[in-house]
């Protein structure tokens, strides 16, 4: 039952939390408008949803303890205690609409935009699952 309850809601856990930290990217670059030679950063939404939604489907290890990541090559960091954050090669950097003489990259039209966009949508995403739940919950009261 468990199972089925955490399968319904995986797909809006995964994309609350490539938004979040897609809103912490557009934050530091807003805080970093003024920063000599700092690159504006973002992640394609879309690939790195992906991303995630395939590595959830990749399923656990009978084996392995919940929370604990498998490692798959021995080159690979130790994912124990990690926090489930993007990796460095889902990060990119802005391309340059107007080049600054300072070398910042960081246009704050597009970050501002960008920042509300990415909000609104985080919303749209807590308010689906919570009609989510709030079905669930009729379900298993009867009401």
């Known amino acids: 039952m468990i199972n089925k309850l955490?399968?319904?809601?995986?797909?809006?856990?995964?994309?609350l939390r490539v938004r979040n930290q897609r809103q912490e990217l557009l934050a530091s670059n807003?805080?970093?408008?003024?920063?000599?030679?700092?690159k504006a950063r973002d992640i394609d939404f879309k690939a790195t949803m992906q991303s995630a939604l395939q590595q959830s489907a990749g399923g656990k290890?009978?084996?392995?303890?919940?929370?604990?990541?498998?490692?798959t090559n021995s080159g690979h960091m130790n994912a124990a205690g990690g926090n489930?954050?993007?990796?460095?090669?889902?990060?990119?950097?802005?391309?340059?609409?107007q080049g600054?003489?300072?070398g910042n990259t960081v246009d704050m039209d597009v970050e501002r935009?960008?920042?509300v966009d990415n909000g609104i949508r985080?919303?749209?995403?807590l308010t689906m699952m919570s009609g989510q739940i709030k079905k669930m919950l009729s379900a298993i009261t009867g009401q």
């Open 6 to 15: 955490d399968a319904a809601l995986s797909f809006h856990q995964t994309a």
């Open 30 to 38: 807003i805080a970093n408008a003024d920063t000599p030679q700092y």
């Open 61 to 71: 290890s009978a084996q392995q303890p919940a929370g604990l990541l498998q490692q």
């Open 84 to 97: 489930g954050n993007l990796g460095s090669s889902d990060v990119l950097f802005r391309s340059v609409l």
């Open 100 to 102: 600054s003489v300072d």
């Open 113 to 115: 935009n960008a920042y």
């Open 122 to 125: 985080y919303e749209a995403s």
